[in-house]
């Protein structure tokens, strides 16, 4: 069983940073894969960004195009840690964010991938 808290999350107004972590319970065998999703007030949650990790291939990442150029998704295995850096927010980053994890390291942006969940950390951006 892998537990995942996120934490970060924050009032911030437009333009600012934040970085949100999100921590893993568990123990990293050969490989496993990540993900950051938001569920802004009224939508569905929607993909923000992908992380795996494998010991023959390393990292490889993915950002939705909403976060293209504003943010940066990163791991420490030694912390057992996924980050997600985002910059220059935005009134419509506003949104819960999860972090999500599953084995294996194929890319997917499915919310039916993900086995584990997080609890969720609010992001209010304001204008």
């Known amino acids: 069983q892998v537990q995942l808290v996120e934490s970060g999350g924050g009032l911030v107004q437009a333009g600012d940073s934040l970085r949100l972590s999100c921590a893993a319970s568990?123990?990293?065998?050969?490989?496993?894969?990540m993900a950051w999703f938001r569920r802004a007030p009224g939508k569905e949650r929607e993909f923000v960004a992908f992380?795996?990790?494998?010991?023959?291939?390393?990292?490889?990442?993915t950002l939705a195009d909403s976060v293209k150029g504003r943010a940066t998704i990163s791991g420490d295995n030694a912390k057992n840690t996924m980050y997600l850096q985002m910059n220059s927010l935005k009134p419509e980053d506003t949104a819960v964010y999860y972090c999500?994890?599953?084995?294996?390291?194929?890319?997917?942006?499915?919310?039916?991938?993900?086995?584990?969940w997080g609890q969720g950390t609010q992001v209010t951006v304001s204008s």
């Open positions: 568990g123990r990293i065998v050969n490989s496993y894969r």
């Open positions: 999500a994890a599953a084995p294996g390291a194929a890319y997917s942006a499915s919310l039916s991938t993900y086995n584990y």
């Open positions: 992380l795996s990790w494998s010991r023959w291939t390393g990292y490889a990442t």
